[in-house]
């Protein structure tokens, strides 16, 4: 699981855009930390950027310090284009397989920590956190505006979160009515393609041999049927 901590934002755009953004990608809540302005979350420009979302009460928290957004968190990743101290800064590239993967295992409360719109993180909220992104841009203009930010991060994450998904579930082993219906189109086409009735025999034993008990998983049955397919075979 995963929580946006915005760290003393100014713009009303941009709390109301980053609540938005995150409910495109499937993130629940956001905590704000000492913003200098409480009514930017009754301020014209959030309701307008906000626009849609139902219980904004429910879906933003709002804490005194950081501290306080972090307790219930397992890990905190902070966002910067700039290094603080002697603090290592990951390229996202590199970074983002591995953050995707903790934000979404069921046992983990991973904080994703971006700074003010003016100045980013300070060093001491860097010093908080357990590891710092940076997130890289053109040569022109290195800095990204705040919910943009968010914006990238929590859609690789959402994206990347559906292909590890995937992948998972293509090592599922197949059984039942999948590992039937495999072997009975094996025996057909491979049978149909021998050349004498001995060696449509010797086929058919094999199949009725390995199919029914090899190790065989979603990703193997699909690759089998391909194979099926490309040899001409239509029914699936």
């Known amino acids: ?44 420009d959030f309701v307008q950027m906000s626009h849609g979302v139902a219980d904004v009460e429910r879906r933003i928290r709002v804490v005194a310090t950081l501290d306080e957004a972090l ?3 397992t890990g905190a990743v902070g966002f910067t ?14 970074a983002r397989d591995g953050i995707a993967e903790r934000a979404g295992h069921p046992d983990e409360l991973l904080a994703l920590v971006f700074g003010s719109e003016e100045g980013g993180l300070t060093k001491d909220e860097a010093d908080r956190l357990h590891q710092l992104v940076r997130i890289p841009t053109g040569e022109e203009h290195t800095s990204l505006n705040l919910a943009m930010s968010v914006g ?10 559906h292909e590890l998904t995937a992948a ?27 050349l004498t009735d001995a060696a449509r025999r010797d086929i058919v034993e ?13 990703r193997d049955a699909r690759a089998w049927h ?11």
């Open 206 to 218: 094999m199949v009725d041999r390995v199919f029914p008990r090899a190790p065989l998983e979603t």
């Open 1 to 44: 699981m995963k929580r946006v901590v915005l760290c003393r934002p100014l713009g009303p755009r941009n709390v109301g855009s980053v609540l938005r953004v995150a409910l495109n990608f499937d993130l629940g809540e956001i905590v704000l930390v000492a913003p200098p302005k409480r009514s930017l979350l009754i301020h014209p």
């Open 71 to 73: 307790a219930d968190c």
């Open 152 to 161: 990238i991060v929590l859609s690789t994450i959402f994206f990347a979160g």
């Open 168 to 194: 998972a579930d293509s090592r599922t082993p197949i059984k039942g009515k999948d590992r039937e219906f495999l072997t009975n189109r094996a025996r057909r086409v491979l049978g149909e393609a021998a």
């Open 226 to 236: 391909l194979l099926f397919r490309a040899m001409g075979d239509r029914e699936a």
């Open 81 to 94: 284009a700039r290094k603080r101290g002697h603090s290592r800064l990951d390229d996202w590239r590199d």
